[in-house]
């Protein structure tokens, strides 16, 4: 049974790393978008229309698909002040209650954030200068932090089978 736990990890980790590589691009994307418009606005006085908006909204979907590699990685900051002389197996059952809490908390974020996104389209809220429809970006935001909650169950398991 493990095994096979440990070989959906081993996908799953996959998944997430193309995910960040998605994250990846769109902050390629922004960067670039950033410089035209400060180039603009200094050259030319025509900035990017908008451009702060979409620095906004993006930042926060690049952050949320972006965590979930992190923490199938084990790239999170750890704090080993408390464990730094404590056994290995100590700090991995340490390592998994935070990585459990991670995903109580990740999931709560999740639905939070699709609920918002319900509620952004029922009302039809929008960007105030592109009219960009929020509610996208809730969704997407609820999906990297339930994919995050995902790596957070994830991880115990796979920190285990290592140890």
Do not use: H
Request: aromatic residues 12%; contains cysteine; proline residues 2%.
């Amino acid at each position: 049974m493990l095994n096979g736990i440990y070989t959906l990890s081993k996908q799953f980790e996959r998944a997430t790393a193309w995910l960040a590589g998605l994250a990846g691009l769109i902050l390629i994307a922004m960067s670039i978008m950033t410089v035209i418009s400060v180039a603009g606005r200094f050259s030319m006085s025509m900035p990017v229309t908008g451009d702060t908006e979409i620095i906004q909204m993006f930042t926060a979907v690049v952050v949320s698909f972006s965590l979930p590699f992190c923490q199938m990685c084990y790239g999170n900051v750890i704090v080993d002040v408390f464990t730094a002389n404590a056994s290995q197996k100590f700090k991995n059952r340490f390592d998994s209650v935070g990585d459990l809490l991670l995903a109580v908390l990740m999931a709560a974020l999740a639905i939070q954030a699709f609920k918002g996104g319900i509620d952004a389209g029922k009302y039809g809220n929008e960007t105030m200068m592109l009219r960009m429809k929020e509610s996208w970006f809730y969704y997407s935001i609820s999906f990297g932090c339930g994919m995050t909650a995902i790596a957070g169950l994830l991880t115990p398991i796979t920190r285990f089978k290592r140890a």
